[in-house]
């Protein structure tokens, strides 16, 4: 987990990079920003920090398999090296992100770059460098006085409260391409995803957080994208399959593959499957998934929502099923209106 109570924020740059399809440069700030405010310093630090609570790490990564060629891995790792040369590093993360940043849909906006020293991540003292991009821009009123009259105006700025992009880059781990926290709330779109994929080059980290996580989701692909189809299975057989699942996770310290697969899919022929899907889930999403990990709870708790199993009949029902499939039954009528039987003992 992240500790930043005893961290400091010892200095920061902003450049504002813009909209290559608009004909818009790059403004470059000359010199560090100057912070002499504490109530400014203290807005600042919120809005780089504190959005940061998941323990999901990421690593630089290249094409080649060669971190050091990674751009970015080399801009942070000289700033690590030598603090002093953070505002000379920042132009030249400025202008890679600027050459990244073509597709129509990627929008203008301040980059700010940061230096913290003492942030304790994982029991493990270390300064980080952040790098945080601001590009949508909330509307804001403002009421003034005149004497006795008052005039509203508007003005937009940056929502502290909000992040679009940001990244933490932990002085850890430097060999393996250092310990990495990421957000991005703008990549509902492929081409958002210049972000992670093309100026910061990053790839979760094959650890507990991320091994359960993919595990989970994988099921649930498999389920809907596999089982259905080959196996003629209904809404009740893919609701019990994942609550076999989470009740594996929830309940098992370890993960085994092995055991796994037999007490959740059960049938030799669905196991067999999903191994065969397995394989082509880690190729198509350079997704880890090993055969052997301690088992996450934050991680089972973040996907908690992906085993609920929900059957919908027409507009008129949602049934939520937890669980027990003998306790629910589907059938026709004799005039061939489908139905569903639903037996319990409490009623609350």
């Not at 094409?63 to 590093?89: K, M, R, T, W």
Request: proline content about 1%; hydrophobic content about 30%; glycine content about 4%.
């Amino acid at each position: 987990m992240i500790n930043y109570i005893e961290a400091t924020l010892d200095g920061v740059t902003a450049h504002f990079i813009g909209n290559h399809n608009e004909g818009e440069d790059i403004t470059y700030s000359p010199v560090l920003l100057s912070i002499d405010d504490e109530e400014m310093y203290d807005i600042l630090f919120k809005y780089f920090m504190t959005h940061f609570k998941e323990p999901e790490y990421f690593n630089f990564t290249f094409s080649s398999g060669e971190v050091a060629l990674n751009p970015v891995y080399n801009f942070v790792a000289n700033i690590f090296d030598d603090p002093s040369c953070l505002h000379e590093q920042s132009v030249k993360i400025a202008r890679h992100l600027y050459e990244k940043s073509k597709h129509p849909n990627i929008k203008s906006g301040e980059l700010y770059i940061s230096y913290f020293s003492n942030v304790l991540v994982d029991d493990e003292l270390v300064d980080a460098v952040g790098i945080f991009k601001s590009e949508n821009k909330d509307l804001f009123l403002k009421l003034e006085k005149d004497g006795q009259t008052f005039h509203i105006l508007k003005d937009s700025g940056t929502n502290v409260g909000k992040l679009d992009k940001g990244c933490l880059i932990f002085n850890t781990e430097r060999e393996d391409g250092f310990k990495i926290c990421n957000i991005d709330h703008s990549n509902r779109y492929k081409e958002a995803q210049y972000w992670r994929e093309e100026f910061l080059m990053i790839t979760a980290r094959a650890d507990d957080y991320h091994q359960t996580k993919n595990y989970i989701q994988a099921t649930k692909s498999f389920i809907k994208d596999r089982m259905s189809k080959e196996f003629d299975t209904d809404k009740s057989d893919e609701a019990s399959v994942m609550n076999r699942s989470f009740e594996y996770f929830k309940h098992q310290e370890k993960f085994d593959a092995v055991e796994y697969e037999t007490r959740v899919f059960k049938d030799d022929k669905v196991v067999e499957a999903f191994q065969d899907y397995k394989q082509e889930y880690q190729n198509t999403r350079s997704a880890a998934l090993g055969d052997a990990f301690e088992i996450s709870d934050y991680a089972v708790k973040k996907q908690s929502r992906v085993f609920k199993s929900i059957i919908k009949l027409d507009k008129n029902f949602h049934i939520y099923v937890h669980g027990d499939k003998n306790k629910i039954e589907k059938g026709t009528d004799n005039e061939g209106r489908k139905y569903y039987i639903l037996y319990y003992d409490d009623e609350s």
